[in-house]
């Protein structure tokens, strides 16, 4: 009777031990299969794009479109190519529990916005008046069912975040005509506004 419950107390143990060392990572054992769904909606506001008559309007491609997404102090995501970055902050995330050992179901939403503004946009005599707010707001739900750390289910969680941001901030700033991105636009997020 006594060996049995020490047999018990040293697996309990060493079960706690793992799982504390699995959780803080200096053990990743990871088996699982997770599934993302989420819906996004941005809102645009101040938006007036006009131009010099004298330049010709060209879209820009979104693949040179550079996005660096912050959340806090933490930078998310960075992909730099031609033009200024569009600096996009994570203002809400929340989500329910993610420490549930086997099996874990949470559902989700977050808030990012960013804003651009043109060098003089309060002048109307140049004919420059630009300024754009953007605010995304994603809902989601995350499931994930087998061995996962709750660090590796915050990094799944802000994965499809962060995808779900830059891709919809890339496709709406694609609409934008070049001249949007020739260095005269302001980033209020980089600028600390």
């Known amino acids: 009777m006594k060996t049995k419950s020490i047999i018990y107390i040293a697996l309990a143990a060493i079960l706690l031990i793992s799982i504390a060392i699995r959780e803080t990572g200096l053990i990743k054992i990871d088996f699982y299969k997770s599934n993302t769904r989420l819906t996004s909606t941005i809102n645009w506001k101040g938006i007036n794009t006009s131009e010099p008559e004298n330049e010709v309007s060209q879209m820009v491609n979104k693949n040179d479109l550079s996005i660096v997404i912050l959340s806090g102090r ?20 929340d989500s329910g529990p993610l420490w549930f050992p086997l099996y874990k179901s949470t559902n989700y ?41 709750h660090r590796k289910a915050k990094e799944i969680l802000y994965k499809s975040i962060v995808e779900k941001i830059a891709e919809d901030t890339r496709n709406k700033f694609a609409e934008l005509p070049k001249v949007f991105f020739t260095g005269k636009m302001k980033n209020s997020l980089a600028m600390g506004k």
């Not at 569009?86 to 809400?92: G, L, Q």
């Open 109 to 149: 939403s977050a808030v990012a916005s960013t804003s651009l503004f043109g060098v003089g946009y309060e002048n109307r005599s140049n004919g420059l008046i630009r300024h754009l707010e953007i605010r995304i707001n994603i809902i989601g739900r995350l499931n994930i069912t087998g061995i996962c750390s």
């Open 74 to 93: 933490d930078t998310l995501y960075k992909k730099i190519n031609k033009f200024v970055p569009i600096v996009v902050k994570i203002d809400k995330l």
